[in-house]
Each structure stands twice: as structure tokens, then as C-alpha cells.
């Protein structure tokens, strides 16, 4: 199985500023990993496929980026809507795979 | 809009068999693969298994011995039985929608999840 490491575990990040998410894969998987964003209470929500590309009507506060083994989601101004647990998930080779998760909060 | 809506026992005693149902309402049945997905606070998100509107399925090899999927095109239906289950399998359970993607070729990402089901298996 392929292995998604998130880093860090949690952020505090003041209103406005930049948060930024890690993820490591065990094997290089390409382009192949989404972000995803789960509210308190709910089901997680697609926020980045393909690595980079943002689903339709996610705010474009929201950037990722990178390739192979590494990866990278930005909140460039967090607001309070965006308090969640976010997770990395591979898409490159069966089983599917999800990072741990990162919780942000605010400071 | 597409809708996911899924249902099933909620507490179970361990050895019992997990059953649960989505169904697809709003939108097409075919050219997805359909999804059951768990969380628990000490696992996280774990990919249990899908399954296409042909009834192909793919599960995960650390469950494959224990679980069944199945279609019911007729109700734009999918479900998920999980059997033998321990408390190791307490956990909420979401359904959710990927685009196919050819075997043996990468997959897609979920865009679209269930509200999820908390199965509770206590004795």
C-alpha cells in the first residue's frame, strides 16, 4: 500500500494568514493525489484533484501544488469557514490512500 | 444536483454482518465506480472497497475477505456488506462517487460523499 504522510499534525493560524499542508507519499504517484477538507460534523469535501487543479467553486484561496512524492496545499488567507481537518489521498494505485489528516485552527 | 443518500443498523453485536445502502438520486448511475469509505478516530480515512454500474468491484486486500458489494441499477442503488465484524469496525461510514477510470490504469478522486452512517459494534 502506498503510504501518505501529512505534516504537520495541527496549525494555528491567525485570520488572514497563510496556512500551508505537507503530504509525502511513500511511492511516487504522479499527479495523482486530491485534497479534501472535512468541516466539524461532516462529510468530507474535494477541494484540489490532479495535484494542482481546483474543484469547481472552491475559492481560490486555496492552491496546491507539486509531483511525485511531494506535496503542498495553501489556505493564502485563512478565514474562519476554513477551520477543518484537511487530507491528502492518492489516486495512483489500488488500494486508495489518505493521509492522517491536518487539523487548522485559528490562533 | 446529485445526491448522495445512504442508510443502515447503526449498532451491531461483534460477529454480526454490517449491511448498508446508498442511493444515487439527482444524477447517472453508469460511468462512476461507487464507493464505501470508513473513518474512525484511530484509523482516519480507510478505503474499503467500490464497485462500477456493471457490478465490477475492487476491494481492499485488508478487508477483501470479509466484504461484498452490490448493485441495483434498477434503483440507482449500490451496498456494502461487511461481515464477521469486531469492534475494530466501529467507525462512520461514508458512500461516495468517483469517474471511471479504465483497470489497471490511476483512478479519479471522490467528488461527491454521503453524509455518512455510525456503526457502533458493541457487545
Known amino acids: 500500500d502506498i503510504v501518505m504522510t501529512q505534516s504537520p499534525e495541527s496549525l494555528a493560524v491567525s485570520l488572514g494568514e497563510r496556512a500551508t499542508i505537507n503530504c509525502k507519499s511513500s511511492?511516487?504517484?504522479?499527479?495523482?493525489l486530491a485534497w479534501y477538507q472535512q468541516n466539524p460534523g461532516q462529510s468530507p469535501k474535494l477541494l484540489i484533484y490532479?495535484?494542482?487543479t481546483r474543484e469547481s467553486g472552491v475559492p481560490d484561496r486555496f492552491s496546491a501544488s507539486g509531483s511525485g512524492t511531494d506535496f503542498s496545499l495553501t489556505i493564502s488567507s485563512l478565514q474562519a469557514g476554513d477551520v477543518a481537518v484537511y487530507y491528502c489521498?492518492?489516486?495512483?494505485?489500488?488500494?486508495?490512500?489518505f493521509g492522517q489528516g491536518t487539523k487548522v485552527e485559528i490562533k | 444536483q446529485v445526491q448522495l443518500q445512504q442508510w443502515g443498523a447503526g449498532l451491531l453485536k461483534p460477529s454480526e454482518t454490517l449491511s448498508l445502502t446508498c442511493a444515487v438520486y439527482?444524477?447517472?448511475?453508469?460511468?462512476?465506480?461507487w464507493n464505501w469509505i470508513r473513518q474512525s478516530p484511530g484509523r482516519g480515512l480507510d478505503w474499503i472497497g467500490e464497485?462500477?454500474?456493471?457490478?465490477?468491484?475492487s476491494y481492499n486486500p485488508s478487508l477483501k475477505s470479509r466484504v461484498s458489494m452490490s448493485v441495483e441499477m434498477s434503483d440507482n442503488q449500490f451496498s456494502l456488506r461487511l461481515t464477521s465484524v469486531t469492534a475494530a469496525d466501529t467507525a462512520v461510514y461514508y458512500c461516495?462517487?468517483?469517474?471511471?477510470?479504465?483497470?489497471?490504469?490511476?483512478?479519479?478522486?471522490?467528488?461527491?460523499w454521503g453524509r455518512g452512517t455510525l456503526v457502533a459494534v458493541s457487545s
Open positions: 461516495a462517487r468517483r469517474k471511471f477510470t479504465p483497470k489497471n490504469s490511476p483512478g479519479s478522486s471522490f467528488d461527491l
Open positions: 439527482g444524477g447517472s448511475f453508469s460511468g462512476y465506480y
Open positions: 464497485i462500477n454500474h456493471a457490478g465490477s468491484t
Open positions: 511511492q511516487n504517484v504522479l499527479f495523482n
Open positions: 490532479w495535484a494542482s
Open positions: 489521498q492518492q489516486y495512483y494505485s489500488t488500494p486508495w490512500t
